[in-house]
C-alpha cells in the first residue's frame, strides 16, 4: 500500500495561485491512479481533480480553466497547481492514490483563501 505526504497548503489572496505536492512512497507510484478532494468545513468531501496512471485527467467543474494536475513518476509525485484562487476554494485538500480495490489518503494540507 502506498503511504501519501501533501505539502504547499497556505494562506493566499483571491486571485492567487498555489501548488499542492503529494509525495507517495511504499509501492509503485507509477501503477496508481492520483486524484486532489477537498472538504470545506460543514460540507462532504468532494473530488477536484484526478489523473489515471496513463495521464488522462478529470476536472470538477467548478475549477476547470483554473486547476491543472499533474504527476511525475520519476518523483513519485502528483501536482495540482491552482491558479486564479477564490474563497470558495478554501478547504482542507487531500491527496487519494487508488489502484483496484485498494486506496490510501493522505493527511491532509489547509488552503486558505481569503483577503
Known amino acids: 500500500q502506498v503511504q501519501l505526504v501533501e505539502s504547499g497548503g497556505g494562506l493566499v489572496q483571491p486571485g492567487g495561485s498555489l501548488r499542492l505536492s503529494c509525495t507517495a512512497s511504499g509501492s509503485i507510484f507509477s501503477g496508481y491512479g492520483m486524484a486532489w478532494f477537498r472538504q470545506a468545513p460543514g460540507k462532504p468531501r468532494e473530488l477536484v481533480a484526478g489523473?489515471?496512471?496513463?495521464?488522462?485527467?478529470n476536472y470538477a467543474d467548478s475549477v476547470k480553466g483554473r486547476f491543472t494536475i499533474s504527476r511525475d513518476n520519476a518523483k513519485n509525485t502528483a501536482y495540482l497547481q491552482m491558479n486564479n484562487l477564490k474563497p470558495e476554494d478554501t478547504a482542507v485538500y487531500y491527496c487519494?492514490?487508488?489502484?483496484?480495490?485498494?486506496?490510501?489518503w493522505g493527511q491532509g494540507t489547509q488552503v486558505t483563501v481569503s483577503s
Open positions: 489523473i489515471t496512471s496513463g495521464g488522462s485527467t
Open positions: 487519494n492514490a487508488a489502484k483496484g480495490n485498494s486506496g490510501s
